[in-house]
């Protein structure tokens, strides 16, 4: 638990505890950052307005170390381009304060849900090869042409998951269910978004996208000999 606000740090971490949570907190940024590296942690709720660095620098830092632990974002800024934003360096949920104790505790449920369903039912094979696309699904780290992709932990999913089936067409609704859970409050152009973004960082590294969009459906992982047959990219 990330807060610098000591009432509210206070109510969440009794109300966490309640529920059976063993609770641990920070109050800044750095010490946020030492703590994250512990690979026991299920969950970091992670407050964005910290004194000296900001949660979204903390959250960009531990995904750019390859700390893949779930985070529930906390921020009094409740725009679209936040909730983007935060979504877009890492983040697995994004909750707009002002908000209430049972829907903090029901994201974070939310979230671990989704964690155990994916570790449950990911990818079986322990890395995935296409082309000079490398996968390593255990360690949760992707390289093209040898060098290393910067991956969110939900771009990661997406890749790992569509790549498991290559040329299979998921839809927008199947990966929302798979990916982000029943539960999840929001829609198809989620999955656009991080589509796009993965697209850009593959194009960037390797001058292939592997995402063929079906029109009207939703998207296909194909290997680039595939989509150079087609005719596309």
């Known amino acids: 638990m990330v807060e610098d606000d000591r009432t ?3 109510a969440l971490t009794f ?3 309640r529920e059976g949570f063993e609770v641990r ?4 940024g750095e010490q946020a950052l030492a ?3 512990d690979p026991t942690l299920d969950l970091i709720v992670l407050d964005v307005m910290l004194p000296g660095m ?12 390859g ?5 529930v974002v906390l921020s009094a800024k409740g725009e679209e381009i936040d909730r983007v934003v935060g979504l877009k360096v890492g983040a697995d949920d994004y909750v707009a ?25 990911g990818p079986t094979a322990e890395v995935i090869r296409s082309d000079g696309l490398v996968i390593d699904v255990a360690r949760r780290v992707a390289t093209q042409d040898g060098r290393p992709l910067r991956l969110t932990t939900r771009e990661f999913d997406l890749l790992a998951h569509m790549a498991a089936s290559p040329e299979r067409i998921f839809t927008r609704e199947q990966l929302l269910e798979r990916l982000w859970g029943m539960d999840y409050v929001g829609d198809g152009r989620t999955v656009d978004v991080h589509v796009s973004w993965l697209r850009t960082k593959l194009r960037s590294a390797g001058g292939h996208n592997y995402f063929r969009t079906v029109r009207g459906i939703g998207y296909a992982f194909t290997p680039r000999g595939d989509a150079t ?5």
């Open 54 to 65: 900001s949660g979204l620098e903390v959250l960009r830092s531990i995904r750019a170390d």
């Open 67 to 71: 700390v893949d632990t779930p985070v």
């Open 35 to 37: 703590a994250a590296r």
């Open 8 to 10: 509210l740090r206070q």
């Open 97 to 121: 304060k002002p908000f209430s104790r049972p829907e903090l505790l029901a994201r974070i449920e939310a979230v671990l849900r989704r964690r155990r369903r994916q570790a449950a039912h």
């Open 15 to 17: 109300n966490l505890e």
């Open 25 to 28: 907190v920070a109050v800044d």
């Open 229 to 233: 047959r087609r005719g596309g990219g």
